[in-house]
């Protein structure tokens, strides 16, 4: 039956008591058993964030240039950060979009347009990219009339460049690298990826949604990184997502073009109506200027030093808990991932059957197969609860092992 709203309305405080109790059953985050949709960076962090958002929570950025100049240059601080940090050209540009999802589709939309301003037929283009890329790709190419044409990996999980080269053809616009892969945090071969895209003549683009705003401080800290921004010179576009290891309020992300030239596909422009020439850089016309302060704000504050120390605790929390699995017989991390993101198996045991029991003691992960794992993406909290994580594993494990119990559940994301 169709709920309907009340007459009169409800007073706020009786709001607030049935709200705290309808999340009752939601992930208990705050206490770092999350290891998923959340990035938790402390109460300071969130504080600055939720203060920042609610000082500009009806502000438009749609408005930004007329209305609401502070957006304007909020946003232009903060891409001009973004920028500094992937060792950008002076010619490059982007902008602040809604999440990675967003900031990918608009990549794909100015590559298509790219080609297509130089003659190109785009009708049966293709993106090119390791089977281990974000499904975002897949989604953008079926918005966008395109073709994802996915590579097996090698065995180190990480893109296959050979494979990729060999499999380039008159239809191929766009090649794709991940700084890291989702499933499994490793960092693809950008290097290798640079050099077909420029013997090519291809746009290559960089999806570091989950590293980009991690990566630079981890190299700070004496992390051995391979090469994978706009210091390449194949690279066209990088994705990167605030909302992430940025620890900004979502949805926040951003897009950056070497160029400008390389942008304008990304632009819409319409002004064949009553209101004149309308142009948005991003889907949305309008935009939560809340997003945009949230994430100036929090940048602001924790600085070159505080995203240091943070992507440090990652590090730390990530290089205990693989310690830790070696110390219980069976179980492997898969690849050799170098930041926050990282996956595992169990040789003798069904390991989503033991996430199935650390699900029931609160723990919230994602799971991946193949192969058959269970997938963390680490926040600096997450370094206060490594013991108690472990612990509760080897539980898990010793009596999945005991009643050889399996999962009928597969790999679980959304």
Same mark, same amino acid.
């Given at each position: 039956m169709?709920?309907? !709203?009340?007459t009169t309305?409800?007073?706020w405080a009786d709001?607030k008591t049935?709200m705290?109790?309808i999340?009752?059953?939601?992930?208990?985050w705050r206490s770092?058993?999350t290891a998923?949709?959340v990035?938790? @960076?402390?109460?300071d962090?969130?504080?600055v964030?939720?203060?920042?958002?609610?000082?500009?929570?009806s502000?438009n950025?749609? $408005?930004a240039r007329?209305?609401?100049?502070?957006?304007?240059r909020?946003?232009?601080?903060?891409?001009?950060?973004?920028?500094?940090?992937l060792n /950008?050209?002076d010619?490059?540009?982007?902008d602040m979009?809604s999440?990675g999802?967003e900031? #990918? !589709?608009?990549?794909?939309?100015a590559c298509?347009e790219?080609w297509r301003s130089r003659?190109r037929?785009?009708?049966?283009g293709?993106?090119l990219?390791?089977?281990?890329v974000?499904?975002?790709?897949?989604?953008?190419?079926?918005?966008?009339g395109?073709?994802?044409v996915r590579i097996?990996?090698?065995e180190?999980l990480?893109?296959?460049? +050979?494979?990729m080269?060999?499999?380039?053809?008159?239809?191929t616009l766009? #090649?794709?690298?991940?700084?890291?892969?989702?499933p499994?945090g490793?960092?693809?071969?950008?290097?290798?990826?640079?050099d #077909?895209?420029?013997? &090519?003549d291809?746009?290559?683009h960089?999806? /570091?949604?989950?590293? =980009?705003?991690f990566?630079p401080?981890a190299?700070l800290? $004496?992390?051995?990184?391979?090469?994978?921004d706009?210091a390449?010179?194949?690279?066209?576009?990088?994705s990167?997502d605030?909302?992430?290891?940025?620890?900004a309020a979502k $949805?926040?992300s951003t897009v950056?073009?070497?160029?400008e030239?390389?942008?304008?596909?990304?632009i819409f422009e319409f002004?064949d109506?009553p209101?004149?020439v309308?142009?948005t &850089?991003t889907?949305p016309?309008?935009r939560? $200027?809340g997003a #945009?302060? +949230? /994430?100036w704000a929090v940048m602001?504050?924790?600085?070159?030093d505080g995203?240091?120390q943070k992507?440090q605790?990652?590090v730390t929390?990530?290089q205990r808990?693989?310690a830790?699995?070696k110390?219980?017989e069976?179980?492997e991390?898969?690849?050799a991932?170098?930041? =926050?993101?990282?996956?595992?198996? @169990?040789?003798?045991?069904?390991? &989503?059957?033991?996430?199935?029991?650390l699900?029931a003691a609160?723990w919230v992960s994602?799971?991946?197969?193949?192969?058959?794992?269970?997938?963390?993406?680490?926040?600096?909290r997450?370094?206060d609860?490594?013991d108690?994580?472990?612990?509760?594993?080897q539980?898990?494990?010793?009596?999945?092992? +005991?009643?050889g119990?399996t999962?009928?559940g597969?790999?679980v994301?959304s």
């Amino acid at each position: 039956m169709r709920k309907s !709203m009340s007459t009169t309305g409800t007073s706020w405080a009786d709001l607030k008591t049935e709200m705290t109790a309808i999340a009752e059953g939601d992930a208990d985050w705050r206490s770092g058993r999350t290891a998923v949709y959340v990035f938790n @960076a402390g109460d300071d962090v969130l504080g600055v964030a939720a203060d920042a958002y609610r000082m500009f929570l009806s502000e438009n950025a749609l $408005g930004a240039r007329r209305a609401f100049p502070s957006l304007a240059r909020m946003e232009g601080d903060v891409v001009q950060f973004g920028l500094s940090l992937l060792n /950008a050209p002076d010619a490059a540009v982007g902008d602040m979009t809604s999440g990675g999802t967003e900031s #990918i !589709m608009l990549a794909v939309k100015a590559c298509r347009e790219h080609w297509r301003s130089r003659g190109r037929d785009v009708t049966d283009g293709e993106i090119l990219a390791p089977q281990s890329v974000h499904p975002a790709f897949n989604k953008a190419a079926e918005y966008l009339g395109l073709k994802v044409v996915r590579i097996a990996v090698s065995e180190d999980l990480t893109a296959d460049a +050979a494979a990729m080269a060999a499999a380039v053809n008159a239809n191929t616009l766009m #090649i794709v690298g991940s700084m890291p892969c989702f499933p499994y945090g490793v960092i693809d071969p950008i290097a290798d990826l640079s050099d #077909i895209a420029l013997e &090519h003549d291809l746009w290559l683009h960089v999806d /570091a949604c989950v590293g =980009g705003y991690f990566a630079p401080f981890a190299r700070l800290n $004496g992390v051995n990184l391979p090469a994978f921004d706009f210091a390449l010179p194949g690279v066209s576009s990088m994705s990167a997502d605030l909302h992430k290891y940025g620890y900004a309020a979502k $949805g926040a992300s951003t897009v950056f073009y070497r160029d400008e030239e390389r942008r304008k596909g990304q632009i819409f422009e319409f002004g064949d109506w009553p209101c004149g020439v309308m142009q948005t &850089h991003t889907l949305p016309g309008t935009r939560p $200027g809340g997003a #945009i302060a +949230a /994430a100036w704000a929090v940048m602001n504050y924790l600085g070159v030093d505080g995203y240091r120390q943070k992507a440090q605790d990652v590090v730390t929390a990530r290089q205990r808990l693989v310690a830790g699995f070696k110390e219980i017989e069976g179980l492997e991390v898969f690849g050799a991932p170098q930041l =926050g993101l990282i996956a595992y198996g @169990a040789k003798d045991c069904d390991i &989503h059957a033991v996430a199935d029991r650390l699900a029931a003691a609160g723990w919230v992960s994602a799971r991946i197969d193949p192969p058959r794992g269970i997938h963390l993406m680490l926040s600096p909290r997450h370094l206060d609860v490594v013991d108690d994580y472990l612990a509760d594993l080897q539980t898990a494990i010793t009596a999945v092992r +005991a009643e050889g119990s399996t999962s009928a559940g597969g790999a679980v994301y959304s």
